[in-house]
């Protein structure tokens, strides 16, 4: 069994930053590939990014140049750095686990207004 804890949100005006970790346990983490989603209010839930076991990465469009996603294999732990946001990445993010099952952490809510 795997278990994701996310961690980080808040609020923060546009242009400003945040920090979003991904706690996991039950599971050998480095053989995981791990992603960031989003998911805001009356949306489809989307890909933010995306980094595999091999350390490889992607982002979605919208957020190319703006966020980093990174993983600490000895601490089981995956981060998003989150720079210049916007009020349209204002979401629930939400961690993701997959080797061949997917598993999910309960989200962390990130809100970007003025």
């Known amino acids: 069994q795997v278990q994701l804890v996310e961690s980080g949100g808040g609020l923060v005006q546009p242009g400003g930053s945040l920090r979003l970790s991904c706690a996991a346990s039950g599971t050998i983490f480095s053989i995981y590939d791990m992603g960031w989603y989003r998911q805001a209010p009356g949306k489809q839930r989307e890909l933010v990014a995306t980094?595999?076991?091999?350390?490889?990465?992607n982002y979605a469009d919208s957020v190319k140049g703006r966020f980093t996603i990174s993983r600490d294999n000895a601490k089981n732990t995956v981060y998003l750095q989150m720079n210049s946001l916007k009020p349209e990445d204002t979401a629930v993010y939400y961690c993701?686990?997959?080797?061949?099952?997917?598993?999910w952490g309960q989200g962390t809510q990130v809100t970007v207004s003025s």
């Open positions: 993701n686990a997959k080797v061949v099952h997917e598993y």
């Open positions: 980094i595999r076991s091999t350390g490889s990465t």
